[in-house]
């Protein structure tokens, strides 16, 4: 039997054995009852005379046993075989159903390799058989900055029949690089002679990415932790209690190397100042019993005997069931600040006396705009009419007597001039609440800094100026109409030189093309085929210079309401079939159409310009590659003209601006941006059949530009008042 031990094999020798003389035994037996042997000795005799019949009988037993014996060892050795067979099928099915690859390699520096099994395919893209007959493949598939390493390993294990557990990188088939794991132990024979090395071949490369990963978050993490001006420490809680880390920042703040704090919390509480040892140990345990945050400030002893102000604050971190793991926290030094807090105390006592009698309200504020003012002088009972107690102590009370159409204003330059590090000055309105009356007010104040830059208090001063306000009121009337013209102005001069740029880049293409080509005509002879391009493609120039001068006239003629549409009954889907089919401006694209036969009453020519420019937008805002649709359907009170495509679509913000003259998207030909104006004239000749233009994403991605045309549309409709609506130089102007 295949994988028998040596005791095993010795039963069954005995057992055979015995099979055998029990068989002699038998026919002995059989040949006594039947007198065979007799018969046998008798002819024996005639044969032989001379032959002695213990001879005979002892030839005779021989003959028999050596019978049993072979006919016993082909039974043996059958077994043994169909034991083998079915147990190498096993072990190849076994071996084959693995998520691994399974190998067998000789014992020799080449690893070279006896068996593969079928997954090298699947993992690494080569068939078994390229590792097979190739005794370099493996070692020329090794990444390059491996390949050392692993020979050496391969070449050590070799010599001292270590296991063999190695990860290296190796090349696919594809140049794909994998992450592999070797893990392979030497098979010795009987006698302990090596004879193969067996082994596994796991692809670890998300791992490996994952490893890489981790290794660079910790990482980051651990510069973040050690470069912040504030120690930072890990405290365990529940099952954890007793584990610490501090930050090597500690010995910054206190003095002590993170090796003299050590690894419990024990010198954190020695370090506590007495006075407040009992405060932060209630608040300690507080925390500990509730799970809630862990905010405080209190005094530590430095390492020199002086004491230094701490502002320590943690968090319970909690596992996915919710259980206690750790506190994690950070301290930071706020001696400065406290300081800082202590002479702004004495400074307001010393200058209280003189701050109340000056014609203005002084006032100290906290940083934070969530906590009460510190201090406001008496004369904001005369200013604002509410008592200095109520205004101490009401935080929101001061935002709340500013009239509604300031406070925003107020809010958001206060705001700014905080992050800016700077103080700020401001004048708002105020509604006394004692009056009614709405007064005046100019605010300036100073931000005042602690030593590490940042912000601490606010000390200002509010002026009631309500009189100079008034006084001002009618030249502030007279300044805004002069900036309102002045505004005009500048819009319609910017708009200007947007329409000239534009204009000009667009009639300069065309017009630089067409001179070209008539130039190449007029001085060169040609062959026919030639000639003929270049007069399509001088008439190609000259169809955009028409269609951009069109557009230029439609455009003055719409703002000017001389514009009067020439409605009669037609096909739009025969209109917008014939349209795609004659438009030259898309070269190779191809353009999907579903139109069917949809009757309305509409411009031929103003709805095929429609159609035409939404094309051309289409064209111009997306990559040769793009699809786009062009789809006309019927609706209960008109029809539905779409351009569509698969671009990068419009944004929200810009959907409705687009419409507007000289008003852009995003294109991907930015030397060919256009002039604006396209889909103004959509919304322009839309709205003068009484419909309406608008974009939408398309179901998929991309745009969907969208005509909507009634079936009856209103007798003389004009554009209405483009002029005020979307101001621009006329035709003629240009």
Known sequence: MVGLDEPRRNAMALRDLL??????????????????????????HDEIPEADDEIVIGLVLAALGLALFAARRWQVERREFLARAEAETRFRTLVEQLPVVVY???????????????????????????RLEDPDFWIQHLHPDDRQRVLEESRRTNRTGDPFVVDYRFIGKDGHVFWVRDEAVLLR???????RWQGILMDVTEQKIADERLAEAELRYRRLIESIPAVTYVQGAGPNEGEYYVSPQVEDMLGYSQAEWGPTFDMWYETIHPQDRERVLEADERSDRTGERFDLEYRQRRKDGRYVWVHDQAVLIRDDQGLPQYWQGIRLDITARREAEAQLREAEARYRAIVEHIPAVLYVDPADERVPSIYVSPQIGDVLGVSQDAYLADPDLWLELIVPDDRERVVRAWREALAAHRGWRVEYRILRPDTGQTVWIRDESSLLLDESGAPMLWQGVM?????????????????????????????????????????SHELRSPLTSILGLALTLERTRLPEDEEIDLLGRLAANARK???????????????????????????????????????????????????GAVRISADP???????????????????????????????????????????PGVP??????????????????????????????????????????????????GASFRVFLPHDPPEHHAWGDPTALHPFPSADAV
């Open 189 to 195: 024979d009987r006698d302990g002679n090596p004879q």
């Open 19 to 44: 099979w055998i003389l029990l068989g002699i035994l038998v026919l002995l037996w059989i040949g006594a009852a039947t007198h065979l042997f007799e018969g046998m000795l008798e002819w024996y």
């Open 104 to 130: 067998q390699d000789a014992v020799d520096d080449q690893s070279t390799a006896l068996y593969v099994s079928p997954q090298y395919e699947r993992v690494f893209g080569y068939p078994p058989e390229a």
């Open 463 to 503: 002026f009631d100026i309500t009189e100079r306000k008034l006084a001002e009121q009618a030249l502030t009337e007279s300044e805004r109409r002069e900036r309102e013209a002045a505004e005009r102005l500048r819009a319609l001069d910017e708009m200007k030189n947007t329409f000239l740029a534009a204009v």
């Open 652 to 701: 929200e913000e810009l959907r409705r601006a687009i419409f507007e003259p000289f008003r852009q998207g995003p294109t991907v030909s930015p030397h060919s941006p256009g002039t604006g104006i396209g889909l103004s004239l959509v919304a322009m000749f839309a709205e003068l059949h009484g419909g309406r233009a608008s974009v939408q994403d398309r179901q998929g991605g």
């Open 605 to 647: 020519a103003k709805v095929e310009r429609i159609v035409e420019n939404l094309l051309a937008n289409a064209a111009r805002h997306t990559s040769a590659a793009a699809r786009i649709w062009v789809r006309v359907w019927a609706e209960a009170d008109g029809a539905v003209l779409a351009v569509e495509d698969d671009g």
């Open 545 to 595: 210079l028409d269609r951009l001068l069109k557009d230029l006239l439609d455009i003055d003629r719409l703002n000017r309401g001389i514009v009067t549409p020439n409605h009669r009954p037609m096909d739009l889907g025969a209109l917008v079939r014939r349209t795609v089919e004659s438009f030259d401006l898309l070269g190779e694209r191809r353009i999907l159409v579903d139109a």
